[in-house]
């Protein structure tokens, strides 16, 4: 007691000091924040403000989407001090992909076709429901060995910093961070792409709503186009020509082709039968993009039976639905048609849509009249949307 009133005359700071020596008995010990911590926290607190003013400065300024995206991996690459930076606009089927990449070396753009095989590897869709970014130290050394080809071959990357992006709960995008040599992530880093994933998700809703108004509005050009050439002529070649350029030049395809159906007996003996027609395929129309020349060949007035292309077979058994190909070099084996037609090279044009031509009859309304078919060819795999298929649909029907 003497000792007590000698080192502590004032009983009051007794209960402070029993409440710090419960703690540390307790085990539990207050956090001790240093100088340094705090001017750690404080330079990625400026930082993801810079960021944030960096990119909404971008939206303001770019009004194409792809410069966009590009811009802000550019920031986010600098900011981060990394090698290369890639932004991915649209990361499941529904949705428009658009891509930014940046490298610090000034690599070139994305290898031709990357846009549509991007959507599916397993280092990017692994885990859409994942709110915390994923850090890999090094991908040659990693279990994610999946991620090792693409990576290295997209970003040149051993070390990556990958997070999604979410806009009201969904998400829309995302983000990896390369670097070309192994390297430990900092939780100091990985904080602040979680912090900065915020202002990019709104970029990327941006990119979407833009995509969707060009997109509409190259649609209901084109449908206006086509109804005002349909009602102000009657050269038949005319308007079909325009339709197959318009609709490709809409959907930015790299082909589009008009096929016509010639039956040699009349269609009531072949319903009556239930047999397969004997029908003449010809293609009466091609429109291909010019730098898709080298990777197409013509096959403009190429002629051949209904039965020896199984993928016309499809269209016209499975008729008014069309058919839609996002890759006809990863068909299923069960389901891929075996075609040796040059209209239908897998190799040269692995993406397509087959959206039959039907008249409908006035006598036997069940039983409607196939004029042939509309096809669209891409160079590249391609995801086509739902909106786009429609279009197709429409244009078709008129």
Same mark, same amino acid.
């Given at each position: 007691a003497s000792l007590s009133q000698s080192y502590f005359p004032n009983p009051a700071p007794a209960a402070p000091m029993l409440k710090s020596l419960n703690s540390l008995?307790?085990?539990?010990?207050?956090?001790?924040?240093?100088?340094?911590?705090?001017?750690?926290?404080?330079?990625?607190?400026?930082?993801?403000?810079?960021?944030?003013?960096?990119?909404?400065?971008?939206?303001?300024?770019?009004?194409? %989407?792809?410069?966009?995206? +590009?811009?802000?991996?550019? =920031?986010? @690459?600098?900011?981060?001090? $990394?090698? !290369?930076?890639?932004? &991915?606009?649209?990361?499941?089927?529904?949705?428009?992909?658009?891509?930014?990449?940046?490298?610090?070396?000034?690599?070139?753009?994305?290898?031709?076709?990357?846009?549509?095989?991007?959507?599916?590897?397993?280092?990017?869709?692994?885990?859409?429901?994942?709110?915390?970014?994923?850090?890999? %130290?090094?991908?040659?050394? +990693?279990?994610?060995?999946? =991620?090792? @080809?693409?990576?290295?071959? $997209?970003? !040149?990357?051993?070390? &990556?910093?990958?997070?999604?992006?979410?806009?009201?709960?969904?998400?829309?995008?995302v983000i990896v961070l390369g670097r070309s040599q192994p390297h430990e992530w900092t939780i100091a880093q990985q904080e602040l792409i979680t912090v900065v994933s915020e202002s990019v998700a709104i970029a990327i809703c941006q990119v979407q709503l833009t995509q969707k108004v060009q997109a509409a509005t190259r649609h209901q050009i084109l449908l206006n186009q086509l109804s005002l050439a349909i009602c102000s002529t009657n050269n038949l070649d005319e308007i079909l020509q325009m339709a197959i350029a318009g609709i490709a030049q809409a959907l930015q395809v790299d082909r589009s082709l008009l096929v016509l159906l010639k039956y040699t007996a009349p269609l009531s003996e072949s319903q009556v039968s239930e047999q397969l027609p004997k029908t003449k395929v010809t293609v009466a129309y091609e429109w291909l993009e010019p730098t898709a020349t080298q990777r197409a060949s013509t096959v403009l007035n190429e002629s051949f039976w209904l039965s020896e292309s199984s993928l016309c077979l499809q269209a016209f058994r499975q008729v008014p639905e069309p058919i839609v190909i996002a890759d006809g070099q990863v068909v299923p084996i069960v389901n891929r048609p075996i075609e040796s037609l040059s209209i239908f090279d897998p190799a040269r044009m692995p993406a397509l849509i087959i959206v039959p031509l039907v008249r409908a009859n006035s006598n036997t309304p069940l039983s409607p009249t196939l004029l042939g078919f509309l096809i669209l060819q891409q160079c590249q795999p391609r995801l086509w949307h739902p909106d786009e298929i429609e279009l197709v649909k429409g244009v078709g029907t008129q």
């Amino acid at each position: 007691a003497s000792l007590s009133q000698s080192y502590f005359p004032n009983p009051a700071p007794a209960a402070p000091m029993l409440k710090s020596l419960n703690s540390l008995l307790s085990g539990t010990v207050e956090p001790v924040v240093t100088q340094e911590h705090k001017n750690i926290l404080m330079h990625y607190m400026a930082q993801s403000a810079q960021i944030g003013q960096q990119i909404t400065q971008i939206i303001l300024t770019s009004p194409d %989407p792809s410069i966009m995206l +590009s811009r802000t991996a550019k =920031a986010l @690459g600098e900011i981060f001090q $990394v090698d !290369a930076c890639l932004i &991915v606009a649209g990361v499941n089927p529904t949705a428009t992909t658009q891509i930014g990449l940046w490298r610090a070396d000034d690599y070139p753009a994305l290898p031709s076709g990357y846009q549509a095989q991007q959507l599916t590897h397993p280092a990017l869709t692994d885990d859409l429901a994942s709110a915390d970014p994923l850090a890999i %130290p090094d991908l040659q050394v +990693s279990d994610i060995c999946n =991620a090792i @080809g693409w990576c290295w071959e $997209v970003l !040149a990357a051993r070390a &990556v910093l990958r997070i999604y992006t979410r806009f009201q709960s969904s998400v829309n995008g995302v983000i990896v961070l390369g670097r070309s040599q192994p390297h430990e992530w900092t939780i100091a880093q990985q904080e602040l792409i979680t912090v900065v994933s915020e202002s990019v998700a709104i970029a990327i809703c941006q990119v979407q709503l833009t995509q969707k108004v060009q997109a509409a509005t190259r649609h209901q050009i084109l449908l206006n186009q086509l109804s005002l050439a349909i009602c102000s002529t009657n050269n038949l070649d005319e308007i079909l020509q325009m339709a197959i350029a318009g609709i490709a030049q809409a959907l930015q395809v790299d082909r589009s082709l008009l096929v016509l159906l010639k039956y040699t007996a009349p269609l009531s003996e072949s319903q009556v039968s239930e047999q397969l027609p004997k029908t003449k395929v010809t293609v009466a129309y091609e429109w291909l993009e010019p730098t898709a020349t080298q990777r197409a060949s013509t096959v403009l007035n190429e002629s051949f039976w209904l039965s020896e292309s199984s993928l016309c077979l499809q269209a016209f058994r499975q008729v008014p639905e069309p058919i839609v190909i996002a890759d006809g070099q990863v068909v299923p084996i069960v389901n891929r048609p075996i075609e040796s037609l040059s209209i239908f090279d897998p190799a040269r044009m692995p993406a397509l849509i087959i959206v039959p031509l039907v008249r409908a009859n006035s006598n036997t309304p069940l039983s409607p009249t196939l004029l042939g078919f509309l096809i669209l060819q891409q160079c590249q795999p391609r995801l086509w949307h739902p909106d786009e298929i429609e279009l197709v649909k429409g244009v078709g029907t008129q």
